[in-house]
């Protein structure tokens, strides 16, 4: 896949000499994970499979004998400039098995971006694909399958905590990509990390 290929090509060359190293240790999923993903997931988008295929997860992955920690993704926070792990096809597996709630947010519906199911992300109807720098626990990224109305199935929907706010980013894990390259990989500037 073109777009795959491309992202990864870019995000090799933004990356600093350390993580690039790393980065080239790591491998693709195995044709088992990949079934299980998309059996569990039939919508799951062919580029994420694609890209799980190159790459298998840089959240603190092990590959042989060394364990990773990379950052390849990013999003709407600080502008663009707070990075994100891909999460391995069986972090993804087992996250997703948590059910998220954010019905609580209907209580500030000026905060609920119209495009997501007020009734909150529940099992198989979302893949947990990445983790901010902050292992997770100040924002989280997600492909919606159980959109609302409004919305469209397969959108990136990015939470942040504290306060907490579920938002819309792209209408498809290849529109996401896509912006992650052309912002140019920023999240990625040493003087940007936090």
Same mark, same amino acid.
């Given at each position: 896949m073109d777009l795959v290929n491309n992202f990864v090509t870019r995000l090799k060359a933004a990356l600093p000499t350390g993580d690039l190293a790393e980065l080239n240790t790591a491998c693709g999923a195995t044709k088992k994970d990949i079934d299980l993903l998309k059996s569990t997931y039939p919508n799951c988008p062919q580029s994420l499979i694609t890209l799980l295929e190159k790459i298998d997860g840089t959240y603190w992955r092990k590959y042989g004998e060394n364990e990773i920690a990379v950052y390849m993704l990013g999003s709407d926070v600080e502008e663009g400039r707070y990075p994100y792990y891909l999460l391995s096809t069986q972090q993804m597996l087992d996250s997703s098995k948590e059910e998220e709630d954010v019905s609580y947010l209907l209580e500030y519906e000026e905060d609920v971006d119209p495009r997501i199911n007020p009734d909150g992300l529940h099992l198989e109807t979302y893949i947990h694909f990445a983790d901010c720098m902050n292992n997770?626990?100040?924002? !989280?990224?997600?492909?919606? &399958?159980? %959109?609302? %109305?409004?919305?469209?199935?397969?959108?990136?929907? !990015? &939470?942040?905590? *504290? %306060? *907490?706010?579920?938002?819309?980013?792209?209408?498809? &894990? *290849?529109?996401?990509?896509?912006?992650?390259i052309d912002s140019g990989f920023v999240f990625l500037e040493e003087d940007e990390l936090f």
């Open positions: 997770g626990g100040t924002s !989280r990224l997600y492909i919606d &399958f159980n %959109p609302s %109305p409004e919305g469209v199935s397969g959108q990136i929907i !990015r &939470f942040v905590y *504290d %306060p *907490d706010e579920y938002k819309v980013i792209a209408d498809s &894990f *290849d529109e996401y990509l896509q912006g992650v």
